[in-house]
């Protein structure tokens, strides 16, 4: 709320100053895309913004000369000016349709180049920043407008300049009549700009404060339209509720811009009114001026036509103006999510190089999540050895995939030391620290792409390599699966694009697994690879497991003992600390939560076997 405090109070007569402040970044941001199409829009806009003049005064002339040439006889003045109005004329539809090609063209490049922008800025993002709301709404906020706002922005203050050009320029021509009259119809739109202003800075709020809203909306769109969330909304007979949810939150957003087009609709025939009541005395003037001879014909056309013209563009830049001031406060979120500050992970020319991990340590690490107060992980203290294979059991909730998670250096902002080679991590590059593990998460992605992307993104460098993706399919057992497949490594895998073979929770898992066993690792992790699998699949991918980290570090997260009680040390989490560490021998031996869980877990096996041999 203070955020939103902060913009509205900025959406005042002191935010439309300030809004000038973006444009150099905004149109250094411009230029950088296309310089080409930049300087033509803005030559064709600064022609737009003349041509109106030079038509009227044209007009002018072409009249004027056919009442002389009645009186001198002599065709060949109005034959030059009419010359000059048709070339004026032509020119002015060339110019039009030359800024229209190349406007589409530039806002396609910008839409592209903008949305590139913010996701680049995202991939530079930490992962505490994905899971922080308020750096959410920031990312929507800008992501939701990026394809056509800062276009419409360069847009509006051309037209503006353009308006500004016409305006004055057509102006001079009642200047020279009456300065008044010109004076006149340039300030009177005034008047409306500070209600316009107030109801701006309203429709801002209600647009702002909607950004979580506008999320929810999102998700529960998504939660229709994803296959993996489809299923169960099916199952559940959930569609109706979360499309009555989703019409709640539009019709909310409706009401409220039914309210604001009516205040607008108001506002706007009562300022045009006025405005057509001054517009009508200064042309009965003009007229009155013409009918005692004071003016010719000629003039009396041009001049109406400069009225109307002043008129307009008098409106159009006190609307544009105002409009920018709107616009601007999106250029600050904008750019309040591309200045989100990023610590650089690999520009510290100080950094060591990383050689083979020998050993990893935890010592003394604590970890709070953002905007929590309990710590997640408390003073966790362990290492792991080059040839262990470690599996990590606990509860759900008691820290395990967080400890994970720094482990790989996706959170940074824990206290205490993580330590490579005895060394801090901090003395070495993150990309290079993950550069040397390969991990499967227990939320691993399904990529909507070919089989050999799959495996591939293990490894971007190999990733053309068969021999090295079928090596990987085979590590992990997939690779039957794979042999299978229509088009091989080339089939796309998933349905939501043509030719997609689905494939079952445990295969994509395996999936998965081959992705981080594609990796030439020192460290492997499995955070809860059996989710999808059965314990007889759980047991041939510990197995396989290890095999492949028989010379390295192995980390195996499990809620199944059968296969866990095989490692060579076990670490027990429970409510953020470790509470046992040992062989499954030692920690049986103890009558811990070990014991427990594992006791709990193998009295079910059996209470089924009897249940299935008693059928």
Request: hydrophobic letters at 45%; glycine letters at 6%; proline letters at 2%.
């Amino acid at each position: 709320m203070d955020e939103l405090k902060y913009y509205s109070s900025n959406f005042s007569f002191k935010s439309i100053l300030s809004s000038f402040s973006y444009w150099p970044r905004l149109f250094k941001l411009l230029w950088e895309i296309n310089k080409a199409y930049f300087i033509l829009i803005i030559g064709c806009s600064l022609l737009q913004g003349l041509i109106p003049a030079f038509l009227i005064i044209a007009t002018q002339g072409f009249i004027n000369s056919i009442v002389n040439s009645q009186n001198s006889g002599a065709f060949s003045d109005v034959f030059f000016s009419f010359a000059l109005l048709a070339g004026a004329t032509i020119l002015n539809e060339l110019v039009s349709v030359m800024k229209g090609y190349v406007e589409r063209l530039y806002e396609s490049l910008i839409g592209y180049r903008l949305n590139e922008t913010i996701m680049s800025k995202s991939n530079d993002l930490p992962l505490e920043s994905f899971e922080d709301a308020d750096v959410q709404d920031k990312l929507k906020r800008a992501q939701s407008e990026a394809s056509y706002r800062p276009y419409q922005i360069f847009s509006q203050i051309l037209s503006l300049i353009s308006q500004a050009v016409t305006l004055f320029s057509v102006a001079a021509i009642l200047i020279i009549w009456k300065w008044w009259v010109a004076c006149l119809l340039i300030v009177f739109p005034l008047v409306s700009f500070i209600s316009f202003l107030k109801l701006g800075q309203e429709e801002f709020e209600i647009h702002f404060r909607r950004a979580p809203k506008t999320r929810e909306s999102w998700y529960l769109s998504f939660l229709l339209t994803k296959d993996n969330s489809f299923k169960e909304v099916k199952l559940f007979k959930l569609g109706s509720y979360l499309i009555e949810q989703y019409k709640r939150i539009f019709s909310g957003f409706f009401e409220e811009d039914k309210v604001i087009a009516k205040k607008r609709s108001f506002m706007s025939i009562r300022f045009q009114f006025l405005n057509e009541i001054v517009s009508a005395i200064i042309i009965f003037m003009i007229a009155f001026a013409a009918f005692n001879k004071e003016i010719m014909i000629g003039n009396l056309v041009g001049m109406i036509q400069a009225v109307t013209m002043t008129q307009g563009n008098s409106q159009g830049v006190v609307q544009g103006i105002l409009s920018l001031c709107q616009n601007s406060l999106y250029m600050k979120q904008l750019f309040a999510f591309l200045d989100l500050e990023v610590k650089e992970e690999d520009d510290d020319s100080s950094a060591e190089e990383l050689g083979e991990i020998e050993s990893l340590e935890f010592r003394n690490v604590s970890f709070v999540y953002p905007n929590t107060a309990n710590l997640t992980l408390k003073h966790i203290s362990f290492t792991l050895k080059k040839g262990e294979t470690v599996a990590v059991v606990g509860k759900n909730g008691s820290g395990k995939s967080t400890m994970v998670k720094i482990l790989t250096q996706l959170y940074s902002s824990y206290e205490g030391e993580v330590l490579i080679n005895n060394q801090d991590v901090r003395k070495y590059r993150k990309s290079d620290i993950r550069q040397r593990m390969g991990a499967v998460f227990q939320d691993f992605v399904h990529y909507e792409m070919s089989a050999r992307k799959n495996i591939g993104f293990g490894n971007l460098q190999r990733m053309l390599e068969d021999e090295s993706i079928l090596n990987a399919a085979e590590r992990s057992g997939v690779l039957p699966l794979v042999n299978k497949l229509n088009r091989g490594l080339d089939s796309q895998l998933g349905r939501w694009f043509e030719e997609g073979e689905q494939l079952s929770g445990g295969q994509w898992q395996r999936i998965a697994i081959a992705r981080a066993f594609m990796r030439e690792a020192d460290v492997y992790i499995l955070d809860e690879p059996s989710s999808f699998l059965d314990p007889e699949a759980e047991a041939d991918i510990f197995s396989r497991f290890q095999d492949l980290v028989e010379d390295k570090i192995g980390l195996f997260i499990s809620h199944r003992f059968s296969s866990v009680k095989f490692a060579d040390k076990i670490i027990v989490f429970d409510n953020g600390e470790i509470i046992e560490m040992g062989s499954h021998e030692e920690l049986i031996s103890l009558n811990g939560l070990y014991k427990d869980l594992y006791d709990t877990q193998v009295n079910a096996i059996v209470r089924e076997e009897v249940h299935l041999q008693s059928l």
